[in-house]
């Protein structure tokens, strides 16, 4: 059973930068893996997604010049640095990972999310 967790949300004032990582119970190289986000009240919101060599990635256009994803196949890690933070970016984010392709949108396998929120 694969599992995912994240780490490194929390507060930070508009302008500011946070850095969340992804943690996979077993090897990550057979698997694309995204980020998606949920604001409260809102329907989910891909982010970013990172093809299985890490060579490839897709973005949404919301968070371009500002979120870069990347990935550590040798430690099974993916992360999501995200600069110049804007209130909207306020959200519980996620974690996935499926061994379809980056450009699929359906991932099987879920974290269970680390919270941001961008406020002063």
């Known amino acids: 059973q694969v599992q995912l967790v994240e780490s490194g949300g929390g507060l930070v004032q508009p302008g500011g930068s946070l850095r969340l990582s992804c943690a996979a119970s077993g090897p990550t190289s057979s698997y694309a893996m995204a980020w998606f986000r949920q604001a409260p009240g809102k329907d989910g919101e891909f982010v970013e997604a990172i093809s299985k060599s890490g060579m490839g990635t897709t973005y949404a256009d919301s968070v371009k010049n500002r979120f870069t994803i990347s990935r550590d196949n040798a430690k099974n890690t993916m992360l999501l640095q995200m600069n110049s933070l804007k209130p909207e970016d306020t959200a519980n984010y996620y974690c996935?990972?499926?061994?379809?392709?980056?450009?699929?949108?359906?991932?099987?396998?879920w974290g269970q999310g680390t919270q941001v929120t961008v406020s002063s």
């Open positions: 996935a990972e499926d061994q379809r392709g980056y450009t699929s949108p359906l991932y099987a396998y």
